[in-house]
């Protein structure tokens, strides 16, 4: 069965450093999304992406974040300048067109010290 | 604000038993809500959509939706320890928009299956 897959499952970095995760998501999907899930919280949207634009992005997704989707089948979340805040599980998901439901990555635990 | 309450438990049932877990949301206009299990340190994993009011099965579960009253729920019949996770109940937000929509989530209610 198709499904997201993230790298890398575990990164650990620098405070003020840039670190950029990956998703592949499901070949046949137009609508992209990455949530973030900080220890013992809610899973918080961060950014939703279609037709190569951002479609819609939350109170969290500054100035420090960025997205992409380099080559029609990577979508990639960059963090300028991490902070130790930033720390936390990333998810990227996916949706195909017609239906509403998303499919969750396995994740990336960013872990900045 | 769109918010999505659950009780965080945790919920203690015993194994063969019906779990039985609640959601309540503050958006009149949402139109789908997902049950999402998580195993602990692991992604959301959905196991039901639905809808429309009233009751959806699938296999052991059972989702049942109430707009009137802003409600979801999820049965889990035959509880099994493999059943024991975190229960997200999800609500999209802007189904009909056009370019897609986001899921709010609650934070989560603990099942525990003892066995």
């Known amino acids: 069965e198709p499904e997201v897959t993230q790298t890398p499952s575990h990164q650990v970095t620098q405070m003020g450093q840039e670190v950029i995760l990956r998703c592949v998501p499901i070949?046949?999907?137009?609508?992209f999304y990455w949530y973030r899930q900080i220890l013992g919280q809610k899973v918080e949207f961060l950014v939703s992406?279609?037709?190569?634009?951002?479609?819609?992005k939350s109170e969290i997704f500054d100035d420090q974040f960025s997205v992409e989707r380099p080559d029609g089948s990577n979508f990639t979340l960059k963090i300028r300048s991490t902070k130790l805040e930033d720390s936390a599980m990333y998810f990227c998901?996916?949706?195909?067109?017609?239906?509403?439901?998303?499919?969750f990555g396995q994740g990336t635990r960013l872990t900045v010290v | 604000q769109k918010e999505v309450e659950q009780n965080s438990g945790p919920l203690s049932v015993p194994e063969g038993a019906i779990a039985s877990l609640n959601c309540t949301y503050s958006?009149?206009?949402?139109?789908?809500f997902f049950w999402y299990r998580q195993y602990s340190g692991k992604s959301p994993e959905l196991i039901m959509s639905?809808?429309?009011?009233g009751d959806k099965e699938d296999g052991r579960f059972t989702a049942q939706l109430n707009k009137a009253s802003q409600y979801v729920s999820l049965l889990i019949r035959d509880s099994q320890p493999s059943d024991s996770a975190t229960y997200l109940c999800?609500?999209?937000?802007?189904?009909?928009?056009?370019?897609?929509?986001?899921?709010?989530f609650g934070a989560g209610t603990i099942l525990r299956v003892k066995s």
């Open positions: 998901a996916s949706r195909p067109r017609g239906r509403t439901e998303a499919f």
């Open positions: 070949s046949n999907h137009l609508y």
């Open positions: 639905i809808y429309s009011n």
């Open positions: 958006d009149r206009g949402s139109q789908s």
């Open positions: 999800a609500v999209g937000i802007g189904d009909l928009h056009p370019y897609g929509n986001k899921l709010v």
């Open positions: 992406f279609y037709n190569n634009e951002i479609s819609e």
